[in-house]
Nanobody, 125 residues
Framework: QVQPVESGGGLVQAGGSLRLSCAAS????????MGWFRQAPGKEREFVAAISRTGSTTYYTDSVEGRFTISRDNAKSTVYLQMNSLKPEDTAVYSCAARGPTLPASTRSADYPYWGQGTQVTVSS
């Protein structure tokens, strides 16, 4: 089992950058495919990015492609979301999530059983 813990959110001006981190260590040292999702006020949770267990495969939603980069450092059991050229419409609570062991990355939130508490990202215009 794994308990993701996010950090790195905050307030930034449009065009700025933020890097989110998600620590997701396990007792066994296993690695998990991870995803980032976000939820804006009054909207449903949406997929942002996902990364495979080794980091060799990544997925992005169209609206962040080319601006956001997901990566991981398995030695630190941490996944990152580098967000550049931020826009006001990126404002949301960002949550990271882990799939079960050995499972591949997914863009569906229902495929992730383990969730962090979320971190607020606010982009001002």
């Amino acid at each position: 089992q794994v308990q993701p813990v996010e950090s790195g959110g905050g307030l930034v001006q449009a065009g700025g950058s933020l890097r989110l981190s998600c620590a997701a260590s396990t007792r066994t040292g296993s690695t998990y495919a991870m995803g980032w999702f976000r939820q804006a006020p009054g909207k449903e949770r949406e997929f942002v990015a996902a990364i495979s267990r080794t980091g060799s495969t990544t997925y992005y939603t169209d609206s962040v492609e080319g601006r956001f980069t997901i990566s991981r450092d398995n030695a630190k059991s941490t996944v990152y979301l580098q967000m550049n050229s931020l826009k006001p419409e990126d404002t949301a609570v960002y949550s990271c999530a882990a799939r079960g062991p050995t499972l591949p990355a997914s863009t569906r939130s229902a495929d992730y059983p383990y969730w962090g508490q979320g971190t607020q990202v606010t982009v001002s215009s």
